[in-house]
């Protein structure tokens, strides 16, 4: 199994911005995408964005547009996910995921990631 560890999370005040961190040790050609979701206490986990190692291309939740970008570092074997104007709706536990098995569903299925690093907390007060 791929091992993921997240960091970078912690308790920020509204309008500030944070910048996670997926270290990707074992990050071969075959790690497909990465992507990073979130789970509030009592919600479900949602899909954040994702990132197409290969080639770069990205995809976002229609909510999480604008303020949040996903980038990698292929060379550091990282990616990271930038958040810009917290807002308190974003507290969450922020969770690192990777595909490294061909899967046909979309992005945002947590069924297509076979690996995932046990969290960072993000707290926003306002």
């Known amino acids: 199994q791929l091992e993921l560890m997240e960091c970078g999370g912690g308790s920020v005040q509204a309008g500030g911005s944070l910048t996670l961190s997926c270290l990707a040790p074992?990050?071969?050609?075959?790690?497909?995408?990465m992507a990073w979701f979130r789970q509030a206490p009592g919600q479900e986990r949602e899909a954040v964005a994702s990132?197409?190692?290969?080639?770069?291309?990205?995809f976002y939740h229609d909510s999480m547009k604008g303020r949040f970008t996903i980038s990698q570092d292929k060379v550091k074997k990282t990616v990271y996910l930038s958040i810009n104007t917290l807002k308190p709706e974003d507290t969450a536990m922020y969770y690192c995921?990777?595909?490294?098995?061909?899967?046909?569903?979309?992005?945002?299925?947590?069924?297509?990631?076979?690996?995932w690093g046990p969290g960072t907390q993000v707290t926003v007060s306002s």
């Open positions: 990132i197409w190692t290969g080639g770069g291309s990205t």
């Open positions: 995921a990777a595909q490294s098995e061909t899967y046909p569903g979309t992005w945002y299925d947590r069924a297509r990631y076979n690996h």
């Open positions: 074992g990050y071969t050609s075959n790690t497909y995408s």
